[in-house]
């Protein structure tokens, strides 16, 4: 099995700055797409930003220009820089993972615990 452990939610005043993590542990063979969902209460979950393992990158408009997502392929983990958080932005954050267990087996998605972000002055 695949685990994904995030840290770094919390909470940050509107403007400020917050930084995620996500580590994947267990059987991993590759990494596809490693990327950061969010749920707001009352909204469905939506992408925010996924990085593929040779450094593309997509961002949901919303957040373009103020959040970068960044990995380390050696230690299998992503981060998220979250800066000028909008009141628009809090929500519970998932990180995401395509994990490949074995040579030639199949691409299967997991994803982590969730990280409540929250803003407000």
């Known amino acids: 099995q695949v685990q994904l452990v995030e840290s770094g939610g919390g909470l940050v005043q509107p403007g400020g700055s917050l930084r995620l993590s996500c580590a994947a542990s267990g059987r991993i063979f590759s990494i596809g797409f490693m990327g950061w969902h969010r749920q707001a209460p009352g909204k469905e979950r939506e992408l925010v930003a996924r990085?593929?393992?040779?450094?593309?990158?997509n961002y949901a408009d919303s957040v373009k220009g103020r959040f970068t997502i960044s990995r380390d392929n050696a230690n299998n983990t992503i981060y998220l820089q979250m800066n000028n958080l909008k009141p628009e932005d809090p929500a519970v954050y998932y990180c995401?993972?395509?994990?490949?267990?074995?040579?030639?087996?199949?691409?299967?998605?997991?994803w982590g615990q969730g990280s409540l972000v929250s803003v407000s002055s």
């Open positions: 990085i593929i393992d040779s450094g593309g990158t």
């Open positions: 995401t993972a395509d994990v490949r267990s074995s040579p030639g087996g199949s691409v299967r998605g997991y």
